[in-house]
């Protein structure tokens, strides 16, 4: 069998046995995600790796490691939170005002371990204390990768994971665990974390006011990434935010649906 052929059988392996919605991920991705494995665990061809991966569990699943990578952390990429906290935030509370439900609803699609989601949830709780406004907060945390969403429901971080916070933010929300940080109950009393494929979601109801889907699908095939952002804007109520990460860009028709608030930092409105 050739390069191309192989490639084919380990990318049905990956489908099988991982159930991982590999068809939706780019050739040059999987290969680079790849080569980085085959590199660690010594193995000189794609031939070699495949019978690596039959006979050896823990391999296989540091590949599906390797191809969800989750690298995250607390307000990542500071001048997007800034934005949200200055005038997205505020703007979703007024609106609130004239809405049917008291409930801000929020979706931080692939979560990763929840610094994202934690993140938003203070942010959130710190808004609706300045605007004396009483309503709720409801965030959803949604990742494909089980041990991240294990992760952030335990809400536990080292102490280093926590240096990009506010220390007032560190000392009103986290309480320590030994040299750890772990998020306060009255913050994680608004958040779910849960399972859940981006490759294979159903449209639903317009139920959020902000979504933010932020360094997940860079490396969704471009047919999939645009089916996604048509979904995302008809699950944002009219005036709701969505947020992509900050080198990624809107493509399909959503991009001309979407109103762009920022362009810097991937800030977009549903208007109608
Ligand atoms: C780099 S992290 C991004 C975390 C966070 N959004 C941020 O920007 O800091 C990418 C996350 O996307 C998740 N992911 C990758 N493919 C996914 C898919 N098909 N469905 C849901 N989540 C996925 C990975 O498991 C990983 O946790």
Known sequence: ????????????????????????????????????????????????????????PDELSKLKDALTINVTEFFRNPGTFNILEKSIIPQIITNKESDSTDVIKVWSAGCSSGEETYTLAILFLEGLKKSHKKFKVSINGTDIDRKSILTAKTGIYEGNKVKSIRKDLVDKYFQPVGDDYEIKPSVKQHIRF?????????????????????????????????????????????????????NESLIGDAKDQFVTVNLAERVYKKMK
């Open 1 to 56: 069998m050739n390069d191309k052929d192989n490639l084919l059988v380990l990318r049905n392996l990956i489908q099988n046995k991982l159930h991982f919605e590999i068809t939706q991920y780019k050739d040059r991705y999987i290969e680079r995600r790849l080569n980085a494995r085959m590199g660690l665990t010594h193995v000189k061809s794609i031939n070699e790796y495949i019978a690596l991966l039959k006979k050896d």
């Open 194 to 246: 849960s399972f859940l494929d981006l490759t294979g979601i159903n449209k639903k109801a317009p139920i959020y006011d902000l979504i933010l889907c932020r360094n997940v699908i860079i490396y969704f095939k471009e047919d999939m990434k645009k089916e996604l952002f048509l979904n995302f804007y008809d699950m944002l109520r009219k005036n709701g935010f969505f947020i992509q990460g900050k």
